[in-house]
Structure formats: C-alpha cells, structure tokens
C-alpha cells in the first residue's frame, strides 16, 4: 500500500438546499430531521411523471447574497450583475460558494489569487434553462435568449465564480453524475496534494433538471413515481424495505479547502479536513450499482489517508432509496467494515434534501463536516423496517456522534464510484 | 408607434439588462457601451428590445447604430414598414 497522503483542510462551508439557506439553518434542519420533500403542484407532478421533489423554493437570491455584502463588496456586486437571466443553479452556487468563501477568510488577500483553483462539481447543469432556450427556440428562433450560448455550458459557473471571487488559478468543471460532488472534492484534493494550488474552491451545482429529466429517470424506474396520495416527507425512505425509488432535490453547496502549509500560514480555523478520497469506475454504461465496486471506492479513500475501517465512527451513505441501490450500499458497508459495521453510525441525508444529483456529494460532504464538528449524528427519516441489520443505522431522532472520522459515499450511473474520508477539526493550528 | 415610444420600450429594456443604470442616464445620445454593456448585453438589449416591438431586424443593419437613437431609428423603420 502507498503511503498515506497529505489532507486538505476545510475553512470554508456555504450550503443553499431545500431545507435552509446557509450552513447554520441547514445544520438546524439536519439536526431537526426535516424533510424538504414536498408535493408537486398535479400539472407539475403529470408532466414530470414524479410526485414530489425537495426544490429551493422562495430564495430571494439577491437577499441571500446583500448578506456577505460588507464582508465582500466588489463580490456581491459583480455576482448581482453576472447572474441576472442566468441558469437558477449558478445562483444557487454562487451564493453557497460566497458564504464558504467569506468564511474562509481568503478574501483578505493572504493567498495570491493566481494560487487559489476553482472546481464545479457536476456536468448536464443546466437542463431546465436549456429546456426554456429549446422552448424559445422553436416558438421563434429569432427571439432566442441572448445569454443561451453563455448559460447552456456548465462552465459557466467556473466563469462566473472565478470573476466573482477574483480567481486566477485553475479552474474547470468535473464531471461524474451523482458522484460529481466528490470528485470535485477528489480534483481539489489532487491539485492542493501536486502544488497546483494552496487553496482551492470547490462548487457543488445544483443539478437544475428539467421535467424531461424527471420523467426519464421516472421512466427506468430510478426515481420514486407513485401517485399514492399522503404526506411527502415519508416517500423516500433510504434501507427500508418500503424503499420506492429516489426524490429529487434541489441544493448547492461551496466548500473552500487549503493545504495544511496555507491554513496555517495564514492563522485560518480549521472547519475539518478531507483526508482522502477513492474514485473508480465498475466498467458498466448501466445505472446498476456494484458492491465490488462501491467497496474498493470506500477501501482506496481509507488507503489514500492511511486510515483503518475500525477509525471510522460515522458514514454518510449514498442511500438514494432505490431498492437495488440501498441494498448493493448494505453490502459493500459489510465487505470493508467486517463486525464494526455494527458500530458504525450510518444515515442518509437524502430523505431531507432530496436526491441532489450532482451536488449530492458536495452537499453530503458538508453535512458530514458539521456532523462530526457538532458532534451529532442527524435523523434517518422514515427508517422503519432496516432491509439489513448488521449495520448501525441511526435511529429516528439525533444521537450524539464522537468520532474523528467520516466517511461519505457518491455512486453516480454509469458506474462511478467515489467515497471521501473526512476529519473532525482539530485545533492543530492555532 | 411613435420614435418616442420606441425609446420607452429600449429604456425599459436597457435598464433591466444593465444592473445599476439609473433611468436617468439612459439617453438617446447616449451607446451602450457608454452605459457599461458588454458585448453580450448589446444582443440581450437588441433582442429583447425587437421581441417586445414584434419586430425583426437583421444583425447586420444594427452594425450602423451609434447610439440609443440609431437603434431607435432602426427599430421604428421596421416597425413602420410592418405597417
């Protein structure tokens, strides 16, 4: 085995989702156990061939944003004038990035900008405003938006984030389906581990889909589908056997990591740590999981930072609430954790947010970092009849969580496995 | 529709395409990239300008606009020549 790598630290988190704008209100949602799930208006649900989803719903983009206003002026500014008739999910980015940007400090100017790196998580962005440009389009070609050709690339973002924030450095998108948030983190992780970066700012895209998405992943039986009427918040049910299928959500998450070296130059608070990640494909263009697959993802982001299964106290799960998926999930935890997969504490955040897609990663990720530095392990809503026993699903309420390590779980379709090993913050640079 | 009206509505949409332009400065003396817009902003503000009026002008005659009320001009040809 090569020898463990270096980490990188976290001083900066920023969150917009279903369940609250900004890591504060999110981090009270997640301990709350609240669900953003809600019922879709009967025009959306039939179009959409989905019931319910968890959407940013009533986000005053402008408001969220006028709040870093005196931290980073010139920043709010430019992203009031860039984001006008842009794609919903670059604001969404932009005002999660701004907030972990801000926390981050690195806007004092301590990290040259030509040192600071830019990765968007996610690819396929932007379907709804593609889906409103084809729309335009076929009504009158003539009166296409003239921001179409801008705002159909997911690189808008990195863009739009990089003119925002001042950065020079590298920067580009990084994409991997469900999975993306983690490789951005991975793709940050390699560029801060090469001296690429010292610092470098990770944007986990909402994945805006369109209704024509919906229905696709309604159609092969992906997505959570039925028309039985009740309460919303108890459809996605991730490890239970009522399990039905995913519900999509709506989030954005910004993550700013540096290099130990950089963080402590700088006298920067350490929020946690990325400590490794493992990525890897299963050979197979099919959305069927592999729990070989999701197992050595899991094994190489343990191996990349040195770290034995037995250190881990906590697991953030991919747990989608796709029958198939959940239960491959349930293997791979018993293949690399053996008898300590009893001990573990394992949720999934998706029955609150919403299956987020691209950002799941990112936004997953975030979650676990407040998770381990709150020291709480959040609800698993709707977790009635586990489909596996050996494993130590949280209960229905928050149980308190003492562990420094972390791991969360990304599998995208087409086969791409990613896990992240995170760190509780420790107070090694002051 | 008068040029005047026509001014309205290339006002209207100047200033909703150029974020912190007050209506005051907007001009019919006055070219958009004076007030700030970048080359992207210039087709927004044209396009939307032509959908609001129902008009269709090719890019190429817009070239010869120097100003608000060379667009303005243009447009309103248009306009009369839809009848």
């Not at chain 1, 069927?288 to 799960?317: I, Q, T, W």
């Given at each position: 085995?090569?020898?463990?790598?270096?980490?990188?630290?976290?001083?900066?988190?920023?969150?917009?989702?279903?369940?609250?704008?900004?890591?504060?209100?999110?981090?009270?949602?997640?301990?709350?156990?609240?669900s953003?799930?809600?019922?879709?208006?009967?025009?959306?649900?039939?179009?959409?061939?989905?019931?319910?989803?968890?959407?940013?719903?009533?986000?005053?983009?402008?408001?969220?944003?006028?709040?870093?206003?005196?931290?980073?002026?010139?920043?709010?500014?430019?992203?009031?004038?860039?984001?006008?008739?842009?794609?919903?999910?670059?604001?969404?980015?932009?005002?999660?990035?701004?907030?972990?940007?801000?926390?981050s400090?690195?806007?004092?100017?301590?990290?040259?900008?030509?040192?600071?790196?830019?990765?968007?998580?996610?690819?396929?962005?932007?379907?709804?405003?593609?889906?409103?440009?084809?729309?335009?389009?076929?009504?009158?070609?003539?009166?296409?938006n003239?921001?179409?050709?801008?705002?159909?690339?997911?690189?808008?973002?990195?863009?739009?984030?990089?003119?925002?924030?001042?950065?020079?450095?590298?920067?580009?998108?990084?994409?991997?389906?469900?999975?993306?948030?983690?490789?951005?983190?991975?793709?940050?992780?390699?560029w801060?581990?090469?001296?690429?970066?010292?610092?470098?700012?990770?944007?986990?895209?909402?994945?805006e889909?369109?209704?024509?998405?919906?229905?696709?992943?309604?159609?092969?039986?992906?997505?959570?589908?039925?028309?039985?009427?009740?309460?919303?918040?108890?459809?996605?049910?991730?490890f239970?056997?009522?399990?039905?299928?995913?519900?999509?959500?709506?989030?954005?998450?910004?993550?700013?990591?540096?290099?130990?070296?950089?963080?402590?130059?700088?006298?920067?608070?350490?929020?946690?740590?990325?400590?490794?990640?493992?990525?890897?494909?299963?050979?197979?263009?099919?959305?069927d999981?592999?729990?070989?697959?999701?197992?050595?993802?899991?094994?190489?982001?343990?191996?990349?930072?040195?770290?034995r299964?037995?250190a881990?106290?906590?697991?953030?799960?991919?747990?989608t609430?796709?029958?198939?998926?959940?239960?491959?999930?349930?293997?791979?935890?018993?293949?690399?954790?053996?008898?300590?997969?009893?001990?573990?504490?394992?949720?999934?955040?998706?029955?609150?947010?919403?299956?987020?897609?691209?950002?799941?990663?990112?936004?997953?990720?975030?979650?676990?970092?407040?998770?381990?530095?709150?020291?709480?392990?959040?609800?698993?809503l709707?977790?009635?009849?586990?489909?596996?026993?050996?494993?130590?699903?949280?209960?229905?309420?928050?149980?308190?969580?003492?562990?420094?390590?972390?791991?969360?779980?990304?599998?995208?379709?087409?086969?791409?496995?990613?896990s992240?090993?995170?760190?509780?913050?420790?107070?090694?640079?002051? | 529709?008068?040029?005047?009206?026509?001014?309205?509505?290339?006002?209207?949409?100047?200033?909703?395409?150029?974020?912190?332009?007050?209506?005051?400065?907007?001009?019919?003396?006055?070219?958009?990239?004076?007030?700030?817009?970048?080359?992207?902003?210039?087709?927004?503000?044209?396009?939307?300008?032509m959908?609001?009026?129902g008009?269709?002008?090719?890019?190429?005659?817009?070239?010869?606009?120097?100003?608000?009320?060379?667009?303005?001009?243009?447009?309103?040809?248009?306009?009369?020549?839809?009848?």
């Amino acid at each position: 085995m090569a020898a463990p790598r270096e980490e990188a630290v976290v001083t900066g988190l920023g969150v917009v989702a279903s369940i609250g704008a900004g890591v504060a209100a999110f981090t009270a949602a997640l301990r709350a156990g609240r669900s953003g799930i809600v019922r879709l208006p009967a025009d959306a649900a039939a179009r959409c061939g989905v019931p319910v989803a968890a959407p940013i719903a009533g986000f005053d983009w402008k408001a969220h944003l006028a709040r870093f206003a005196a931290a980073a002026p010139a920043a709010v500014a430019a992203a009031g004038r860039i984001l006008r008739n842009a794609p919903e999910s670059a604001r969404w980015t932009a005002a999660a990035v701004l907030e972990a940007w801000v926390a981050s400090g690195l806007g004092a100017g301590a990290v040259p900008p030509e040192r600071i790196g830019l990765v968007v998580g996610g690819n396929n962005l932007h379907q709804a405003f593609i889906l409103r440009g084809a729309e335009q389009f076929l009504a009158d070609a003539d009166y296409l938006n003239a921001r179409y050709a801008l705002g159909y690339l997911d690189t808008f973002q990195v863009g739009a984030l990089s003119e925002i924030l001042g950065l020079r450095g590298p920067g580009a998108t990084v994409g991997g389906a469900s999975a993306s948030g983690n490789l951005a983190l991975w793709q940050a992780l390699l560029w801060l581990r090469s001296g690429a970066v010292d610092a470098c700012v990770v944007a986990g895209a909402a994945g805006e889909l369109s209704p024509m998405e919906l229905r696709g992943f309604a159609l092969i039986g992906a997505a959570y589908s039925s028309d039985a009427p009740g309460d919303p918040a108890i459809v996605s049910r991730p490890f239970d056997a009522g399990h039905a299928g995913f519900v999509y959500g709506q989030a954005s998450a910004g993550l700013v990591l540096e290099t130990v070296a950089c963080a402590r130059a700088r006298g920067a608070v350490p929020l946690g740590g990325l400590a490794g990640a493992g990525v890897c494909l299963d050979g197979n263009h099919l959305p069927d999981p592999s729990a070989a697959g999701e197992a050595r993802a899991m094994r190489a982001a343990l191996a990349d930072a040195g770290v034995r299964p037995e250190a881990v106290g906590y697991l953030n799960a991919h747990g989608t609430g796709s029958a198939i998926g959940d239960a491959t999930e349930c293997i791979a935890i018993r293949e690399v954790f053996g008898p300590h997969a009893a001990a573990l504490r394992v949720n999934s955040t998706k029955p609150l947010t919403g299956h987020c897609i691209q950002a799941a990663g990112a936004v997953e990720a975030l979650a676990t970092l407040v998770q381990l530095r709150d020291r709480f392990a959040h609800p698993n809503l709707n977790l009635e009849r586990p489909i596996e026993t050996g494993i130590g699903f949280v209960g229905g309420s928050e149980e308190p969580l003492d562990t420094a390590f972390a791991l969360s779980n990304s599998f995208g379709f087409g086969g791409i496995n990613s896990s992240v090993l995170l760190r509780r913050a420790e107070m090694f640079l002051a | 529709m008068d040029k005047s009206a026509v001014f309205t509505v290339v006002k209207a949409v100047t200033q909703s395409v150029l974020v912190g332009v007050e209506g005051g400065q907007i001009t019919p003396e006055k070219s958009l990239v004076q007030l700030g817009a970048n080359s992207i902003d210039r087709v927004e503000v044209v396009t939307g300008a032509m959908e609001q009026l129902g008009v269709k002008v090719p890019r190429v005659e817009l070239i010869g606009a120097k100003n608000l009320q060379g667009l303005v001009d243009i447009l309103h040809a248009h306009l009369s020549r839809a009848g």
